[in-house]
């Protein structure tokens, strides 16, 4: 089946910036969005950012301004630009992309950002 494998992920100080990437291994036919999730120690896991296939996009309030979610169909992947990091954006970050068929997940990445 498909498997999302993100990448990216790493330490960083305050105030600069990381890509995330999420490789689908095939083409998920009918997707109607993905998305980045995170989640940090002791926390629920959040909605990052989304992107639908008409390419509208939703962003988490704490995050608007800062961080930019993309797609590129032809290499089955999305994109999560993060801009003047803080360390609440801290934790693990996960792909997410659902179809009519199931939702799927990456295994996740760590971002850690320091002060």
């Known amino acids: 089946q498909v498997q999302l494998v993100e990448s990216g992920g790493g330490l960083v100080q305050a105030g600069g910036s990381l890509r995330l990437s999420c490789a689908a291994s095939r083409t998920i036919f009918s997707v109607s969005a993905m998305s980045w999730y995170r989640q940090a120690p002791g926390k629920q896991r959040e909605l990052v950012a989304a992107?639908?296939?008409?390419?509208?996009?939703n962003y988490a309030d704490s995050v608007k301004g800062r961080f930019t979610i993309s797609r590129d169909s032809a290499k089955n992947t999305v994109y999560l630009q993060m801009n003047s990091l803080k360390p609440e954006d801290t934790g693990v970050y996960y792909c997410?992309?659902?179809?009519?068929?199931?939702?799927?997940w990456g295994q996740g990445t760590q971002v850690t950002v320091s002060s």
């Open positions: 997410n992309a659902v179809s009519p068929a199931r939702t799927y």
């Open positions: 992107i639908t296939s008409g390419r509208t996009t």
